[in-house]
């Protein structure tokens, strides 16, 4: 019920402006914001499926695509700018994706962290603590070699340890839900090494969290 209460204040946020346009250019200006919001809101309920949110994905999107660079753009594209300092990372309409390779993080087909990916760990989680009206879906995925099963069981167990650490440097538990999705999803081409080294991965997805979803709602009244 939650989600759907949230999906429905997205919508009426996108009555709104509606509402608000009139003739002539303005009305053109308050349809291409109309679209913003709509298209946002897809997007937005895609990537939250994935995370197990797809409510919050969808109210994101229309949030972001309606408000374009105000609060919740600003707040992100800020956070987006520290974590490239640190990590591989993309800024999305939704959010901000920060990608790690297997072979920086783990050995070979193990789900124990490596001594020297600590380090790179503790500059993401300093990051993350900065920005706390953030949520984190810690995505793990394989290549498509060896059986569905270990493929699932390790992107899994991969993303806990990611999970584990960020916890551990100080990341709130309550911020960070950790989701293993086997093969899918694939980055490359699986059927040549490169593409299968990119496949396999661990990935943050990064989203604004309820408190500054509420703030930029606020600031629209």
């Known amino acids: 019920m939650k989600q759907i209460f949230k999906v429905l204040t997205s919508f009426l946020i996108v009555v709104f402006f509606i509402g608000c346009a009139t003739e002539g250019d303005n009305a053109r200006a308050k349809k291409g914001t109309l679209l913003g919001a709509l298209g946002g809101a897809a997007v937005g309920g895609l990537i939250g ?8 994905g969808a109210l994101i999107g229309g949030l972001v695509g309606a408000l374009g660079g105000g609060l919740i753009g600003n707040y992100m594209d800020k956070q987006a700018a520290e ?22 993080l783990f050995d070979v087909n193990k789900a124990e962290l490596k001594p020297e990916s600590k380090n790179s760990l503790s500059k993401i989680a300093d990051v993350l603590r900065r920005y706390p009206k953030t949520d984190i879906t810690v995505a793990g995925y394989t290549d498509s070699t060896g059986s569905s099963k270990n493929n699932q069981d390790l992107s899994e167990n991969r993303a806990k340890a990611v999970e584990f650490s960020l916890i551990n440097n100080g990341v709130k538990s309550n911020r960070i839900t950790a989701r293993g999705f086997g093969s899918e999803n694939p980055a490359a081409d699986n059927s040549t090494a490169d593409g299968r080294a990119q496949n396999r991965r661990v990935e943050l997805h990064i989203v604004p969290n309820d408190d500054l979803v509420s703030e930029a709602q606020k600031e629209q009244k």
């Open 83 to 104: 974590l490239e300092k640190v990590a591989e990372t993309q800024r999305t309409e939704d959010g901000i994706i920060v990608t790690m390779k297997d072979k920086i």
């Open 49 to 56: 499926s994935q995370s197990g949110k797809a409510g919050q």
